[in-house]
């Protein structure tokens, strides 16, 4: 009966936040929860949801990396690649990251696997 409790206050958590990395971080802070069969259970759509978010914001950023670069600061072209390179992984990464410590759970099926 807890763990119901747990699951459906989990589920409207994820609903509240506003944003993909706030997501990520309760999911991370909450990971031994997730883990339980009627937790993982009852937010298994919100999981996939969360994937799908990120798979898509890795695409849209991808897209964006392909755009013509708006050079800053007088920066030479391969400066201002080099640039978006760094930001793009620095947005990636750590939710990446925090998505792999949560648990193979999260990662299963098509879109987690890409």
Do not use: W
Not at 81 to 103: A, F, P, S
């Amino acid at each position: 009966a807890l763990e119901l409790q747990l699951g459906s206050i989990l589920g409207i958590a994820l609903d509240n936040c506003s944003c993909l990395r706030e997501k990520i971080r309760l999911l991370h802070s909450l990971r031994n929860l997730i883990r339980r069969p009627v937790i993982n259970y009852l937010i298994a759509s919100k999981m996939e949801e969360l994937v799908k978010s990120f798979t898509d914001e890795v695409e849209h950023i991808t897209g964006a990396f392909h755009t013509p670069l708006i050079v800053l600061n007088n920066m030479p072209p391969n400066a201002a690649t080099l640039t978006m390179c760094h930001i793009i992984l620095q947005r990636v990464r750590e939710q990446m990251e925090l998505l792999k410590d949560i648990g193979g759970e999260v990662l299963v099926g098509v879109n987690g696997q890409r």
